[in-house]
């Protein structure tokens, strides 16, 4: 085989998507009898919640795999103008969606405001070597805007902890704009100068699917056929020179039996802790720095309500819980209000976050604990009365990986070490950027990295075939 890909996540198999379309010959191979990693959905009693994703933005590289896919019909998007809800002192806030909106917005008070609003004439340069997401907040804009509005979105994005999440890695736009600008705002009113016309309507929007996040693992199996096999672990990737060409070898189980399979490049789309043990023998750099990356645990409890039980209007995306409120509810997201077909007639889908980097203790408690916890707290925001008709919990140690001090320096070892191993390649959400759309483009990417490797893509696109040739 040509190119063995390693992991069946959406990383995996967008990876192998795209590399069969280039005419590669792949093999793609997952330990566990499904493909989809942390993506999958399940129905319970005429709900539909998903067990790890809840929905995704539809960025230019995921709507392209949809259309090709001819998933387009499935299709369904949020309202564009849901909007976002924030706990403070036990109340829910709208978040500002626009500038304009967070001047205004009783969510902040007056200082907070006032410093946003003039922090384009205070200039300043990003510290050396790296900053936390909390401490450029706290020196760009201070402390309640980080407590009620970054805090909050960093646990929903990363389930992080802001005090060590690194600003250059997690959110590198921002980074860029200090750097470049001296400000952020500056530098968002440049990047939105640039990016203009803007059209809100060309703007990713929020969707899922009408039979759940599932639906698109499984279609990108059905099309990618017996180049997909289940229930094959990789235990080791080993790489050598034959005549002046990379020659790996990837060692396999399957069904018991050990099995070598050759090729000349291996895509590995694993959990960075997986790919190091993958790549100890052959890049122990690399592998060392892999296995450094710190994942937070997520527990997601998914709840069904009859209507009647629910006094809040669940009038838009969910709210999000800054941790000074003192509740163990990172967020919950109001799955029925978003999408068509997440509950029967009269009822409603709820979906919380319990856990993340700065709840670790979350893991230690029992299930029967974290559902009673997120019941009774839900029903304290939303004056719920009652038990749910229906739950579901779902548990990862290690949900999401950390973008932690360090990480840029961490992804530079990593890639340098790498580069003295031809022909074996990463793909994973450590890379850029955790979500569902971040993978599709780092996947892609891939892609088009080990068709260059074999030194014909540019051939093929000046002809262009678009595919892969022989290389002579
Ligand atoms: C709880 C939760 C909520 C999230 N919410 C959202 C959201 O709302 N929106 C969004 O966009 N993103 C969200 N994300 C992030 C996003 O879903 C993930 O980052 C993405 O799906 C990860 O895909 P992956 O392919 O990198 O990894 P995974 O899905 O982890 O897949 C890796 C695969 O590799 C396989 N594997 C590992 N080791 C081996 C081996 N040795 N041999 C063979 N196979 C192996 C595993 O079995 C697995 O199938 C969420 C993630 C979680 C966990």
Not at 391 to 418: C, K, M, S, V, W
Request: with cysteine; aromatic share 6%.
């Amino acid at each position: 085989m040509r190119v063995v890909v390693v992991g069946g996540g959406i990383c995996g198999l967008a990876c192998t998507w795209r590399l069969q379309r280039l005419g590669a010959e792949v093999l793609l191979l997952e330990q566990t009898e499904r493909v989809g990693g942390v993506i999958d959905s399940l129905e319970a009693d005429g709900f539909l919640f998903e067990r790890g994703p809840q929905s995704f933005l539809a960025n230019a590289s995921l709507l392209e795999l949809i259309a090709a896919l001819r998933l387009s019909e499935e299709l369904l998007e949020a309202n564009r103008r849901a909007p976002r809800f924030v706990l403070v002192r036990g109340r829910l806030y709208r978040v500002p969606m626009a500038p304009p909106a967070l001047l205004t917005s009783p969510l902040l008070p007056l200082r907070a405001r006032w410093r946003l609003l003039t922090e384009w004439a205070r200039k300043s340069v990003p510290p050396e070597p790296d900053e936390s997401v909390a401490a450029f907040t706290r020196r760009k804009f201070g402390s309640e805007l980080l407590e009620r509005l970054v805090g909050p979105f960093v646990s929903g994005i990363y389930a992080g902890d802001p005090e060590r999440l690194s600003l250059r890695a997690a959110f590198p736009m921002l980074y860029d704009w200090e750097r470049n600008y001296g400000s952020v705002i500056r530098g968002a009113m440049q990047s939105r100068r640039k990016t203009k016309p803007s059209n809100p309507k060309t703007r990713p929007v929020l969707a899922n699917f009408r039979n759940g996040l599932r639906t698109l693992p499984a279609a990108l199996h059905r099309a990618l056929g017996d180049v997909v096999h289940t229930g094959t672990t990789v235990q080791a990737i080993e790489a050598r020179q034959a005549n002046g060409r990379p020659s790996i070898t990837v060692r396999v189980v399957r069904n018991g039996l050990n099995d070598l399979l050759a090729a000349e490049a291996v895509v590995v789309a694993t959990p960075a802790y997986a790919a190091a043990a993958l790549l100890a023998g052959v890049a122990p750099r690399a592998a060392e720095q892999l296995a450094g990356i710190a994942y937070a645990a997520v527990n997601v409890v998914s709840t069904g309500y009859r209507r009647e039980q629910v006094a809040h209007p669940l009038n838009g995306f969910g709210f999000l819980v800054p941790r000074s409120e003192g509740l163990r509810t990172l967020g919950t997201v109001w799955n029925s209000s978003l999408f068509a077909g997440r509950a029967p007639q009269g009822c409603v889908a709820l979906a919380s976050f319990v856990g993340g980097a700065t709840d670790p203790e979350a893991q230690h408690a029992r299930d029967e604990e974290l559902l009673g916890t997120v019941s009774q707290e839900n029903a304290a925001v939303l004056g719920i009365s009652g038990a749910p008709v229906v739950h579901h919990l779902e548990r990862y140690a290690r949900a999401l990986p950390q973008y932690n001090l360090g990480h840029t320096q961490r992804l530079q070892t990593i890639r340098e070490d790498l580069a003295r191993l031809p022909g074996v390649f990463l793909a994973g959400n450590y890379l850029e950027g955790p979500s569902i759309g971040n993978c599709v483009d780092v996947a892609f990417r891939t892609a088009a990295a080990v068709a260059e490797f074999f030194g014909t893509e540019t051939t093929a696109r000046r002809s262009g075939t678009g595919e892969f040739q022989k290389s002579p």
